[in-house]
């Protein structure tokens, strides 16, 4: 099972850095939310998928008995989707006033602090 969802973040982690690399904003803002989902299936992962066995430690023991889940990742991946969801919300509107005023959401065309007939800055040293 754990080998399913390996391959399955990896799927993810390639989606998410080719819509990154994209020229419309909203493409970007796919892969930014698609990162942020692998990287919390990555952290979830870590934490082991292990339904059988609740994370109790009983009393009379300092660690437990059999492998479970750790509890930790679990937390952090719920504090991070609603810290993934809010930065996600926050870039969906500033990409949406920014193609209000600019009229685009191609990244090259939203050359407004350098217009294009400007000389272009040196590429190297």
Do not use: K
Not at 14 to 27: E, H, P, T
């Amino acid at each position: 099972m754990e080998t399913i969802v390996v391959y399955l973040i990896g799927l993810f982690f390639a989606v998410a850095v080719y819509l990154m690399m994209s020229r419309q904003i909203v493409r970007m803002l796919l892969g930014v939310a698609i990162l942020g989902n692998a990287v919390n299936m990555l952290i979830f992962t870590n934490g082991r998928l292990i339904r059988e066995v609740p994370p109790l430690i009983p009393s009379h023991l300092y660690t437990p008995e059999v492998a479970t889940a750790n509890p930790l990742p679990q937390a952090l991946v719920l504090t991070a989707i609603v810290i993934s969801f809010s930065f996600f919300a926050f870039l969906l509107v500033l990409a949406f006033r920014a193609y209000q005023e600019l009229g685009t959401d191609e990244v090259d065309e939203m050359r407004l602090a350098e217009p294009e007939n400007d000389q272009s800055p040196p590429q190297g040293y």
